[in-house]
């Protein structure tokens, strides 16, 4: 009798081979695997004698899952891709064959793939973590990430094509392209082109644009501490009846699940494992230790691991049912002996069973084991949630931004105090606007107060300018003109830079991210940020966006995106701000005669070794300035070559003179005589 590895071998390579050889446009589509499984059997009656054979009186035409838990293998090697209840045979299975091509070789090498995922599944997970870590609009290189959670590139690569998880085309060769490990065919260099043309990261030479390259070693995974009250997910099996089967005889229609537990004592809910292993060792003494020990663990988890709002998977044949447990545990009339110990559930697609394949890519490992009635599934809970159409659980991560250090402050010529009360501000309302006179250095401290709250990583942190024909389309989302291939113009929705940034936020919920908004009042804010602004005071109640489609669950903003903006008053009076911004704004002053700028000049030129002429000609030259808003800041004179009296001129001459003449024109002051540099020095003799 052939066995059953040989005969697994054998069907793999058949299934390979059927898929390979289908015609292009089925190909392109997926082949469905009720479709495969009747061509493997069709044209190769033998192997449908040989499985009958091993399986015996457990073979069911109907239930024809073989294949389907075989074929973990394919997935996780990246040899083949599920989606949407097809199969998809890569160019790396493709490429597998052609090197591979009989069915033990094959097979050998699939083996290999399949124990090195086994053996290394935690490091691979925490590379495939590392890849969905990436934001859009940035990119890794696959050497670097593999290396980092010290795994094989192409067993990496393998997983990242065979499972596609978010973000897998983010990673890549380190110049920029595909990797050629993947051996990618026309139509999948395409799509894997296409979404990184989606991310913004394509340079004009059809590579990766390397500005937006992340080291893999900034990729951090913040650790989440799984809460042991939180939703867990158990695959509970059923036996077959004489005359009727236990999951449509009982199950769907009474609503519960079962265990068959005839012999065990009544045991009260929550029930302690020695207490039910003492009870096992009692009630079932005619069994053998490992049978006991199994039924010891499958009875506990029932009575007492268990809770209510868990979910519950179980299926017969291909038919998949999902449901939610909604009671404790009891014990009932038996059915047959085989449904004793009962929970109540609310079983969600009795009329609509999913397909085995809807299933996720790893439960047919995580139920490999045949005789077990009841397995853990809880690391599939997300996954399950959104087949079940529910959100997943929101995990609320603190975010913290960092206090400031005596060396930043030093940096920035500014207090510690100063400094950190911004800090202080940004922690209870995460909107700060600097505003003052030109040249007080509103946008340098912003720039450099981001890169401090969000550790030196310049991708968490993005500046806009307003201007007056700014709009919400440019600021958030709209839609744009885009050219296709056939000459035909369609309009696509093009996510502006805040919506990018709230995206990477959000798969990034413990790291700090900084919109800095330069010239905030020199835009129409009611036309840019729409009813984006009730969000900057409401963060967690759920809006209704401008382009959004009909069954949008609504939009919120993170809780880690923070806005800095600028504000300049010569431009215009922040009296004149209206109240809706000042409600959901800090505001802090920038001024040439209060700290902390009134000193900045003269720290930086006796820091600069410089003399001090610069800082007192600005303060002779914002003591005849009435207007305080239009006083100079100190900025315009903290630069190299400032103690040249040639240098000096022409900054006086082309910078702050202008200014000056803007603000006085029409009212007949002679600027220069006023103002000049020779007429301040005579002042200052």
Known sequence: ??????????????????????????????????????????????????????????????????????????????????????????????????????????????????????????????????????????????????????????????????????????????????????????????????????????????????????????????????????????????????????????????????????????????????????????????????????????????????????????????????????????????????????????????????????????????VSNPDADLVELTPLVPELDKLLGEPGPVIDIEVRLPDVTGKLAEELLVKQEWLQECVELLRERPQLIFYGPPGTGKTYLARHLARHLTSGRPENVQLVQFHPAYSYEDFFEGYRPRKGEDGTVSLDLVRGPFRRLVSAALAHPGRPYVLIIDEINRGNLAKIFGELYFLLEYRDQPINLLYAPEDDKGFTLPKNVFIIGTMNTADRSIALVDAAMRRRFWFTELHPDEPPTDGMLAQWLKNEGLPDEPARLLAELNSRIDDRDFRIGPSYLMREGVDDDVMLERIWRTQIIPLLEEHHYGDGTDVKARYGLDALRNRLR
């Open 1 to 366: 009798m052939t066995s059953r590895s040989e005969l697994t071998a054998e069907m793999l390579f058949v299934a390979m081979r059927l898929l390979v050889e289908a015609d292009p446009a089925e190909a392109a589509s997926g082949v469905r695997y009720r479709e495969l499984h009747r061509r493997l059997f069709e044209t190769n009656p033998d192997l449908e004698a040989r499985w009958r054979e091993i399986a015996g009186d457990s073979w069911d035409d109907d239930s024809y899952t073989e294949l389907q838990f075989a074929s973990i293998g394919l997935v996780k090697a990246g040899l083949v891709c599920k989606a949407r209840r097809r199969w998809f045979v890569t160019g790396r299975g493709r490429y597998a064959l052609d090197a591979c091509p009989d069915k033990v070789s094959f097979y050998a090498e699939l083996g290999r793939a399949y124990r090195y995922w086994e053996e290394y599944r935690n490091p691979l997970q925490g590379a495939v973590a590392m890849v969905e870590a990436l934001p859009e609009g940035r990119w890794a290189s696959l050497a670097d990430v593999a290396s980092e959670a010290n795994v094989e590139e192409t067993a990496l690569l393998g997983l990242l094509l065979g499972t596609r998880p978010d973000g897998w085309h983010r990673l890549l060769s380190d110049d920029g392209t595909p990797p050629r490990e993947a051996h990618l065919t026309e139509e999948e260099r395409e799509e894997w082109l296409g979404l990184l043309s989606e991310d913004g990261v394509l340079a004009f030479d059809g590579k990766a644009d390397g500005l937006r390259r992340t080291p893999a070693r900034e990729t951090v995974v913040i650790p989440v501490v799984v809460d042991p009250a939180a939703r867990r997910a158990w695959l509970v099996r059923a036996s077959n009846l004489r005359g009727g089967d236990l999951i449509t005889g009982l199950w769907l229609p009474e609503g519960v699940c079962s265990l068959a537990a005839s012999r065990l004592r009544d045991l009260p809910s929550g029930a302690p494992a020695e207490r039910v292993r003492d009870a096992v060792r009692e009630d079932y003494s005619g069994t053998g230790a490992q049978e006991r020990e199994r039924l010891t663990g499958e009875y506990h988890a029932f009575l007492s691991r268990m809770r209510e709002n868990d979910i519950v998977v179980t299926n017969e044949g291909s038919a998949v049912y999902l449901g939610v447990i909604t009671g404790e545990p009891s014990f009932a009339g038996s059915v047959e002996h085989r449904a004793n110990l009962q929970r109540p559930v609310e079983w969600r697609n009795a009329e609509e069973p999913l397909d085995y394949d809807e299933l996720p890519a790893d439960f047919a490992a995580l």
